[in-house]
């Protein structure tokens, strides 16, 4: 089970930073990813963490973004910097079921993060 | 960026019809393809992988077909609980690309 938590209004240029709270399995030694879905619209890709220290990002928010994890919490997070409207989205957590298999078996229930001023 | 395009953007049609969605990548992503349903205020939820490969518990009636650049999900039948949003992923290549979905709506 995936609990996202951590969004909500935040102005534009300022950060936020997301937590997943993860049960059931060890997120130090499984491949996550974080989701998103602007209002009304369909799924975007964000960021995905490997089981070492390799990342990848979404080119919408390169170096903007930073995907981690805290292996004591079980918890992933999203830290989000110099926050643009255009991230206002739910934001989801999920499992990837493992190398090259970059697909997303198990979701959070996702978090809301409303980018304005 | 591998760009995934789906059609129709709405599918209007009546329990117990057969329904085909169609997916295409701009470039030949083998049998990397993912499908996943998604219903109003609810995640997403992994259907299909490998093109073809039903995930845990999702019910026969869903199957996957085609490899490359052209890709077919079908329901044999469609349920009451079968109308939602269907999404198509490519996992070949770095960005993760999403398709903009299919809207299966009650007729």
């Known amino acids: 089970q995936l609990v996202e938590s951590g969004g909500g209004l935040v102005q534009p240029g300022r950060s936020l930073r997301l937590s997943c709270a993860a049960s059931?399995?060890?997120?130090?030694?499984?491949?996550m990813t974080w989701v998103r879905q602007a209002p009304g619209k369909g799924l975007e890709w964000v960021s995905l963490?490997?089981?070492?220290?390799?990342?990848y990002y979404a080119d919408s928010v390169q170096g903007r973004f930073t995907i981690s994890r805290d292996s004591s919490k079980n918890t992933l997070f999203l830290q989000m910097n110099s926050l643009r409207p255009e991230d206002t989205a739910m934001y989801y957590c999920?499992?990837?079921?493992?190398?090259?298999?970059?697909?997303?078996?198990?979701w959070g229930q996702g978090t809301l993060v409303t980018v304005s001023s | 960026e591998i760009v995934m395009t789906q059609s129709p953007a709405t599918l209007s049609v009546s329990p117990g019809e057969r329904v085909t969605l169609s997916c295409r990548a701009r470039?030949?992503?083998?049998?990397?393809l993912a499908w996943y349903q998604q219903k109003p205020g609810h995640a997403p939820r992994l259907l299909l992988y490998?093109?073809?490969t039903r995930a845990t518990g999702i019910p026969a009636r869903f199957s996957g077909s085609g490899s490359g650049t052209e890709f077919t999900l079908t329901i044999s039948s469609l349920q009451s609980e079968d109308f939602a949003v269907y999404y198509c992923?490519?996992?070949?290549?770095?960005?993760?690309?999403f398709g903009g979905g299919t809207k299966v709506e009650i007729k």
């Open positions: 992923q490519q996992y070949i290549n770095w960005p993760l690309t």
């Open positions: 490998g093109g073809n």
């Open positions: 963490i490997f089981d070492g220290a390799t990342t």
């Open positions: 470039e030949n992503i083998n049998n990397k």
């Open positions: 999920a499992k990837v079921t493992g190398p090259k298999r970059y697909y997303f078996d198990s």
């Open positions: 059931e399995f060890s997120v130090s030694n499984t491949y």
